[in-house]
């Protein structure tokens, strides 16, 4: 299976602990999106990469997310001192970058669900 | 800022009958749009596109057609069956394109034998 792969499927979590989700982008692909999930919303954009550089993040994402791609390989999304509102659905896609629309391929997405 | 707007769900239909889910949006200039379709317990998948005014994309029996003077982007699908149930999702890719996707809140379609 060559597609986005996301690790782990689900997590459970006491408020105030880290975590820390991982996504594996389509090999040839130079960008990389994490969005968020809520229940009966839909996916809102918290930051991407093109290669290993950081090149937006959201106001959604604050000072407790950190995201990296570390090689413009992998990337890792984690969130420290979790909150109950943390709780959602992580979503990893990526895209190769070359026409104007690019299509970006999804993963299954890390349910976080944080007690 | 740009933004995606849905219709509201969920949209219940039978078996065989036909299938329209309204999109409009709002951006500046000639956004690219898409239609994303999340089945139950799985990722989002593309379902369609279209990236200019008039284009119709097209997938699995599934049309949407790029209409500039409407600001709209409705799906559509003459004959939907039991396995269309989905949760369905319009898109847009601001016109400078290298931008993350701006989604609408999703319709949620059951189809019932």
């Known amino acids: 299976d060559t597609g986005v792969s996301q690790n782990p499927r689900h997590k459970i979590t006491k408020r105030g602990q880290n975590v820390t989700f991982r996504c594996d982008p389509i090999s040839e692909h130079n960008r990389l999106y994490w969005y968020r999930q809520t229940l009966g919303q839909g996916p809102e954009f918290l930051t991407y990469?093109?290669?290993?550089?950081?090149?937006?993040k959201s106001r959604l994402l604050s000072d407790r997310f950190s995201a990296e791609r570390p090689k413009g390989s992998f990337s890792t999304l984690e969130i420290q001192r979790t909150e109950q509102g943390d709780s959602a659905m992580y979503l990893c896609a990526s895209s190769l970058t070359s026409f104007r629309a690019e299509t970006q391929y999804f993963g299954p997405g890390t349910r976080l669900l944080v007690l | 800022g740009d933004s995606v707007t849905q219709m509201e769900g969920p949209v219940t239909l039978s078996e065989e009958a036909f299938l329209t889910i309204n999109c409009t949006y709002t951006?500046?200039?000639?956004?690219?749009l898409f239609w994303y379709v999340q089945y139950p317990g799985e990722g989002l998948q593309l379902l369609l596109k279209a990236t200019k005014a008039d284009d119709k994309g097209s997938n699995k029996g599934f049309e949407a057609t790029y209409r500039k003077e409407t600001t709209s982007f409705h799906l559509e699908k003459g004959s939907v069956q039991v396995s269309d149930s989905a949760v369905y999702f319009c898109a847009l890719i601001p016109p400078s394109g290298n931008t993350p996707l701006v989604f609408g809140k999703g319709t949620r379609l059951s189809v019932i034998a």
């Open positions: 951006a500046t200039g000639y956004p690219s």
């Open positions: 990469f093109q290669n290993e550089a950081q090149l937006e």
